[in-house]
């Protein structure tokens, strides 16, 4: 017979390859994904500033208010402060060491992440309803 299997992780934990954390690397993935998603996003973004140069008031709004910038500008918001929350929770759990410092600020880092996020798209909303 073989050696006895000292590992007190189950087979299916084994497989899953999740650590102690329960989220394997669901971070480092969607940290990448995001990143990979923001390219084409913000390519698009500044083709869309540069659009709006010269422009007034009402025709910034109508272009930002059409369906199609609409959506994209939207991914955008939805992808940047997807990205920008986890990369600011990977700074804060490196670098901060007092548990309730850390917990309290990856909290923060949240709450601002969503603020600003929910911020830019009732903007966005709001031109593109006409409301």
Do not use: C
């Amino acid at each position: 017979m073989g050696a006895p299997n000292h590992n007190m992780r189950t087979p299916l934990a084994r497989v899953r390859g999740l650590g102690s954390a329960r989220s394997g690397t669901e971070h480092f993935w969607r940290q990448r994904m995001t990143a990979v998603a923001n390219v084409p996003l913000t390519i698009a973004g500044i083709v869309i500033v540069i659009a709006l140069l010269g422009r007034n008031h009402a025709a910034a709004a109508q272009i930002l208010g059409s369906p199609l910038i609409a959506i994209i500008m939207l991914l955008f918001i939805f992808s940047v402060a997807t990205h920008m929350r986890i990369g600011m929770q990977v700074v804060i759990e490196d670098y901060v060491h007092e548990e309730k410092m850390k917990f309290a600020l990856v909290m923060l880092n949240t709450f601002y992440a969503i603020a600003i996020g929910l911020a830019s798209a009732f903007a966005i909303l709001k031109l593109s309803f006409g409301v």
